[in-house]
């Protein structure tokens, strides 16, 4: 749900405030990002330097605090995503510059696919990514807890740290991407120790009322992989996280937004309510593994029915629909509607066409960067006071 609105300075704007609205949605400001030189895209919102404290640097927590309480006006907690890209990060985001390369836990590059067409896709888009050093790893690791400590400063809820849809934590928990042989690296438990160090850091500078969940992938995680992936829950569970979103996917594999069509007819079967779900059956694993912890599911909900049938089933406590909610901010209102119908409390919505020219390229990512712009501009039209819609066939 990035919004693609941030300015030169990576402030929020006075279109972010208008499109911020706290009662549709847990997390308002969309890909926050740790660190300036590494952006997702030009437009994100971003830390530009060291965060010393409220006392140092004013004119920054006065402007991150306009946005809390927009975000925040009408009761319910904003939670802060906040993400660090990786090797994911554009060639043309961030002031590393066009040339500059990339981080990552190991140099292994962003491949939108196999053929040739696709391989040079990928080395125009993405640089090459290299190994982080020791020092490159610190370095971020409190660009991270800077961050937590500018929103909580700022008068935020809390933080949801982005370990999904293949950006560095992501990158780090993943075997297919972390090759390291060192404390970060070989193991479950080493893979972890990133995300891990982040958390207990950030414990250290933040009130303790102040909320740190993760979003976590569930999609990439082969059947050999799975036992790492659970192993890696329990770590963070034990490190004290507040609730854990499940989705899945990454830019070479976008699952978040590629996962199926969505339903076009209304129906009221169970079975094409729990369907909504990308993820349900690996939340419904992780449910049975760690009861006490809360969890979000999300991707694919557009009905009440599905929403309730996934909660019903004691897989989820949370629900997110943001891209329904990017092309209708009252959806959840209606849901929540008791007056209003299970037929009426939906909005279906198909994936977003591509043109032709579009088409004849292989890539299965360039359908979920028009699905990811499409929904960016929705947010947007939202920030200017303009009439949203869904995209049609």
Avoid at 11 to 35: A, F, H, R
Avoid at 249 to 256: T, W
Avoid at 257 to 272: A, F, I, L, V, Y
Wanted: charged share 20%; proline share 7%; with cysteine.
């Amino acid at each position: 749900m990035a919004e693609l609105m941030a300015g030169s300075d990576h402030v929020p704007t006075p279109n972010m405030l208008e499109s911020s609205n706290g009662n549709i949605t847990k997390e308002p400001p969309g890909n926050v990002q740790v660190d300036v030189n590494h952006l997702g895209t030009p437009f994100d919102p971003a830390l530009s330097n060291d965060y010393t404290g409220k006392e140092n640097n004013p004119d920054l927590v006065a402007a991150w605090s306009k946005y809390a309480s927009a975000c925040q006006q009408h009761g319910p907690p904003s939670i802060v995503q906040i993400v660090h890209p990786g090797r994911q990060s554009l060639r043309i985001a961030g002031q590393r510059g066009i040339f500059g390369s990339t981080i990552a836990p190991s140099a292994i590059p962003v491949r939108l696919g196999d053929s040739y067409l696709e391989q040079f896709i990928s080395m125009i888009t993405f640089p090459y990514p290299r190994e982080m050093t020791q020092g490159d790893i610190e370095s971020v690791s409190r660009k991270f807890v800077d961050t937590a400590r500018l929103m909580a400063d700022s008068g935020f809820s809390g933080i949801e740290l982005h370990g999904a849809h293949g950006y560095l934590i992501d990158q780090f928990l993943n075997p297919k991407t972390n090759h390291r042989t060192d404390a970060y690296g070989g193991s479950a438990e080493k893979r972890a120790k990133f995300v891990l160090d982040i958390i207990a850091a950030t414990r250290k500078v933040v009130p303790p009322t102040f909320c740190i969940g993760i979003k976590l992938n569930s999609a990439d995680h082969s059947s050999a992989t799975f036992e790492d992936t659970m192993t890696q829950i329990g770590l963070l569970v034990d490190a004290g996280i507040d609730f854990l979103e499940v989705s899945g996917g990454s830019y070479e594999d976008p699952s978040m937004m590629m996962g199926q069509k969505e339903p076009t007819q209304e129906t009221k079967s169970t079975r094409t309510a729990a369907r909504e779900a990308f993820f349900l059956e690996f939340a419904h694993e992780t449910r049975k593994r760690f009861p006490s912890l809360i969890l979000m599911l999300t991707g694919g909900f557009r009905t009440r029915v599905g929403a309730l049938s996934a909660i019903r089933e004691n897989a989820c406590d949370l629900i997110g629909i943001g891209r329904p909610s990017a092309v209708d901010p009252k959806l959840p209102l209606l849901m929540l509607d008791e007056s209003v119908s299970d037929a009426e409390a939906r909005l279906p919505l198909v994936n977003v066409p591509a043109p032709f020219y579009v088409r004849m390229l292989p890539a299965r990512s360039v359908g979920g960067g028009l699905e990811s712009g499409y929904y960016a501009n929705q947010i947007q039209r939202i920030g200017k006071g303009l009439k949203t819609c869904a995209p049609s066939l």
